[in-house]
Structure formats: C-alpha cells, structure tokens
C-alpha cells in the first residue's frame, strides 16, 4: 500500500460498545488525519493532528474522539455509536511546511458496521 | 476559502477510447490541485498534482491532468482507456494563500470503462 497501515480492517460492533480504530505512518510525516466516507457522501474531514496540535470539525458528534500519541500513531475512539456512523473510515498521513510535499497518503481503511 | 467541483457523477466510456473526468476549483489565491483514485474496498492512492510549472501534469498509470488558470479548472484526462480504470476518483485543491494545508476533496466521480 502506501506507507500508512490501518487497523483493523473490518469491525462490527453494537451500539453500546466502545472500540478503537488505529492508523501507523511509516513515511516520517507530521500531520495526520481521520476522514469519514459515507455511501453517496462527500469525503468528511473529522480530526487533523499537525505537529501534535488537534484540529478539528465542529459537527463531529462526540461519541468520537482522537489521541495521537506520536507523530507516526492515531487512534479514533468509539463510544454509543449508532447506526449512521457505519462508514469507511480513512486516516491519512502528510508532510507539512516550507518541506512539505502536500500530498496526503491514505490508508487502506476500517469498514466500520454500528448495529 | 476554497471549494472543488466535480460535475459529473460518473462517467462511461468504452475501452481503448479517451477519457476526461471534470473537475473545477475556486480559490482565493493560487492553487494546488490533486487528483486521486479509489479501487473498490481500498483507501484514495495519489495520482498526481499541479503545483507551479508546466500546465500539463503526468502522473500514474498513464493519466494526465491540465491545469487551467483562465476556467479554472483541472481536468483527468488518459488518451486511451483501460477496463482496470473503473474506479472513483477524486479532484482536491489547496489554497497555497490561505494558510491552510488542508485540501479539500471533490465529491467523487465514478469512471466506469466498459469492455
């Protein structure tokens, strides 16, 4: 693939469960990010860490939460999701600054199923 | 603020022929631009991208894409056309003056190459 791995791949889980999502950069990169891919939907945004400083989109609900513990490691948390959460969920990986090739890396995906 | 339009939700074309995928932008400044290309159950892979220089960019698997400053758009463009090209495919751009080094994604186009 392309240098980013994720984890796991496929993960079906109830609404009541909490599960983590993980994503590993292995191209020296310092910013990172989570998008959500909805069937019919525009690619969502939803958390970008650069230089381990969070940004991210105010309409994420926040039985969603990310830690990037290091600059390589990204880790989206899940707790009482529900149904309309179940997406392809994509993290990426780029080099930002006056360096920076501004091209993002994406992982192969979590297909997430909330039952 | 930046913006990227892909006006067609899919495009069919048959095998051997020409294909143009749309895409157009609006930024404040100056642009980058990107195109990159989903296979089925797979994250987006980098296709290629107009930084600065020659308006025509190559990139991957023999696709092309053409800058256009004055209709401000950036077509994908292949001069002959592979049944193994049917994927989605996303146009992004970066506004390089506004200070943000997230892009934002197209909506998607589905290619579909018929044999």
């Known amino acids: 693939e392309t240098g980013v791995t994720q984890t796991p791949r496929h993960l079906v889980m109830g609404m009541t469960n909490k599960k983590s999502l993980k994503c590993e950069q292995h191209?020296?990169?310092?910013?990172m990010y989570w998008y959500k891919q909805s069937a019919k939907k525009p690619l969502e945004l939803m958390f970008v860490y650069s230089l381990e400083e969070r940004v991210e989109n105010n309409s994420v609900p926040s039985r969603f939460s990310p830690e990037c513990p290091n600059s390589s490691h990204l880790f989206l948390h899940l707790h009482t999701l529900q149904p309309e959460d179940s997406a392809l969920y994509l993290c990426?990986?780029?080099?930002?600054?006056?360096?920076?090739?501004?091209?993002?890396?994406f992982g192969p995906g979590t297909r997430l199923t909330v039952l | 603020a930046q913006s990227v339009a892909q006006p067609e939700d899919q495009v069919n074309v048959a095998e051997g022929n020409p294909l143009t995928v749309k895409c157009t932008y609006s930024v404040s400044g100056n642009p980058y631009l990107f195109w990159y290309v989903q296979y089925p159950n797979r994250g987006l892979q980098f296709l290629l991208k107009y930084i600065t220089g020659d308006n025509l960019v190559k990139g991957s698997y023999g696709f092309e894409a053409e800058f256009n400053k004055s209709q401000t758009s950036f077509h994908l463009k292949k001069p002959s056309a592979l049944v193994s090209d049917s994927a989605l495919y996303f146009c992004?751009?970066?506004?390089?003056?506004?200070?943000?080094?997230?892009?934002?994604f197209g909506r998607g186009t589905s290619l579909i190459v018929h044999p």
């Open positions: 992004a751009v970066r506004d390089i003056s506004g200070g943000s080094y997230i892009p934002t």
């Open positions: 990426a990986s780029s080099q930002e600054g006056t360096s920076g090739t501004d091209t993002q890396y």
């Open positions: 191209l020296g990169h310092n910013a």
